[in-house]
């Protein structure tokens, strides 16, 4: 068949385009920007172009598999919609390639990303196996996309973005996180609430939900959901306000805390790597090991743990998965790991992902001087969040702002990259383009460096770090 991709650098596209790719099909696709991923692509054997151009397609697609993320007002968007030609969204098609497998989904506003790529890392060396789908590049696979036709199990990040992972009926379903987002899709955070508990309800008779503690409470404080009958904790007499309820059958977890079913305690900082010891309800893992990880990858870690040791693993294989886990690029992604400096790259573009970020990195590097580079990365979120992104960002020593990266939006007057500048409360602070970065950071003498963000401030890292490494000498 031929297949063709609307926006086929994505992330979550560019692994479907493997896919097809490997098995034996025919695969092109359009996407507004080259990037390093899609000349990887490219020298995987598919063909792409990126100029906005229906006569540019030159094969007749059989199916065609788009991203919300492309405008409909592009031309090939409207040209591809009046030929008649089957359209799937990219939800749809990983929904369909999940079915007759035993779906393993993480969903949340931050964290699938790298639990998804744990679990997928873990069920593999561990000689279970798994096929996986994956939001990021994984560092031990050089790839977002694992085939693994022995395996019953396919991980898949479960991406609430269009209510996308609706598509999806899990046979094991996490959650990570579910502060507010998107909520230009979602318009508030109840509705949002709404969506991943639907997604919960979604798991499969006989399946499994792991939720990280507190996921299901509101803004306010109050439970939004209480936990089904199959829960093996008792429901609290104080769940007086719940809106919803969960059906399947429910473990929580948590890194910090006592009262879940998986949690950390011990948490510590020893030359680089993290140790913790693992409580589970089959007993404790004493000094588990995470290699130049951070400290909220420890909650990914015992999420990732709860569905692998359910999943069959025995201790010894977590403990060795956990230890060779390599990270995933522009998830805490060390670039320079010197003495004199440490620049480190990240996808945070929620004020609550930067948070963590920064709570890491004050952790493993205390008293530095830290220079946090940050894009900010779609209008509605800038304008939603700017205050929190302020307050948090003005924790760093030295702070630089670019322009916003709008990816699939229109302009909102009055929203800017200086709306968030203006409310970071101390003075050492900077509007600058990608240019003005590369000359800038360095003069701010910093011990840390930090870029941030989801947009093409990527582009900018393999120059900044050559920068870097030039007043290094």
Known sequence: MNYYFLG??????????????????????????????????????????????????????????????????????????????????????????????????VAGSHGKTTSSSLIAHLLQQSGIGCSAFLGGICKNFGSNLLVNPGSEYIVVEADEYDRSFLQLHPYYSVITATDPDHLDIYGTHQAMLEAFCQYANQT????????????????????????????????????????????????????????????AINVRNYRGDIYFDLRTPQGVFYDICLTESCLYNVENAVAASSVALSCGLNEYQLRAGLKSFKGIRRRFDYHINEPSLIYIDDYAHHPREIAATLESVRYLYPGKRIVGVFQPHLYSRTAEFATQFAEVLSTLD???????????????????????????KHMSKYLCSPQQVLELVPALCPDVVLTLGAGDIDRLVPQLEQTLRENLL
Do not use: W
């Open 204 to 263: 499969v008779d006989g399946g499994h939900l792991f939720i990280k503690e507190g996921c299901f409470v509101t803004e306010g404080g109050e439970p939004f959901i209480e936990y089904g009958p199959h829960h093996h904790h008792e429901a609290h007499d104080d769940r007086n306000h719940t809106q919803a309820e969960l059906r399947p059958t429910i473990s929580t977890y948590t890194a910090h805390g006592i009262e879940a079913d998986y949690y």
């Open 398 to 424: 030295e702070v630089v702002l670019m322009p916003i990266y709008p990816a699939r939006e229109r302009p909102i007057p009055g929203v800017n990259s200086h709306t968030i500048l203006k409310q970071i």
């Open 8 to 105: 086929i650098g994505g992330i979550g596209m560019s692994a479907l385009a493997r896919y097809f790719k490997l098995q034996g099909h025919n695969v092109s696709g359009y996407d507004r920007t080259p990037s390093e991923l899609t000349h990887q692509l490219e020298s995987e054997g598919i063909a792409i172009h990126y100029d906005d151009d229906p006569t540019l397609i030159r094969t007749k697609p059989d199916l065609i598999v788009y991203t919300p993320a492309v405008p409909d007002d592009t031309a090939e968007m409207k040209y591809l919609r009046q030929t008649g030609i089957t359209m799937v969204k990219r939800s749809q098609m990983l929904g369909h390639l999940t079915e007759g497998h035993k779906c393993i989904a």
